[in-house]
């Protein structure tokens, strides 16, 4: 009874994460096992549950059914596993966040030691990843994402303001010359940074009146730790959110340009599934996270 109950937990993994691969990463445990596991279950109700192909996995009719019920019986094993951290004083168990790469290394590490220190029955894993990760296959409790949310079933808190600065480094300034207002950006080479929601237009406010340009450049990249090092290079100019190019701005190795105008600020949130909010681990790392940042 107790194996079957398992199983059934695993398929509903494996059909919710789409693939054993996923749901073999969503719960910690081999490839090999989730396939074995699902090929036991339907061998105990005696029918295929899923159509198995080397792309894809689909339900079959019965497996469809079968999913519903299953997908029910995990709902409520999770709000009772929830239930039950929630009665509990102490976090503890393994808290998972997901966080960008620049963000998590420089201000969550070091906060994350000293939460841990505070509750020794609570273990981390920190993932670096500047990529918006799928929270549910990967079984991440907390996403911290720097920017703007899209719209979800997440549910989010804001944990601080993240400023934006247009920045280049003193090289690049004296070849091309210092720009006195927006419109004289549109002459400089950008370095683009294409996770932002409109990598090529930037919009530069000041008394309320907005200006907006449109960028060119011919160097792309997904990852805000290598526009710092472009800036650095004297490649071109681009902006970053404050806690990149800080520090650089202050020892002279990046100029921040315009800083009488404003450009959208951005945010930093921790984004998690609603349903674990009252997990104390969720609830306390958060409220820690407001607290210390």
Known sequence: MLDDLKRMVIFTHVVEAGSFSGAAKRLGIAKSAISKHVSMLENSIGAHLLNRTTRSLSLTDVGEAYYQSCSRLNNILEETRNTTEALQDEPRGMLKISTPASFGIDSIAPLLHRFLQKYPDLNAELLLDDNVVDMTEQGIDVAIRVGWLPDSNLRARKLKDSPRLLCASPEYIERN?????????????????????????????????????????????????????????????????DFLVKKDIKKGRLIHLLPEYDIADAGIYAVFQSQRLQQAKIRTFIDFLVENL
């Open 177 to 241: 010359g210092l720009p006195k207002k927006p419109e004289d950006m549109m002459q400089h080479e950008w370095i683009i940074f294409t996770l932002l929601p409109t990598p090529h237009h930037y919009s530069f406010t000041k008394n309320n009146k907005c200006k907006k340009i449109h960028v060119k450049g011919r160097i792309k990249t997904n990852n805000g730790n290598a526009v710092r090092r472009l800036l650095l290079e004297g490649a071109g100019v681009s902006v970053l959110a």
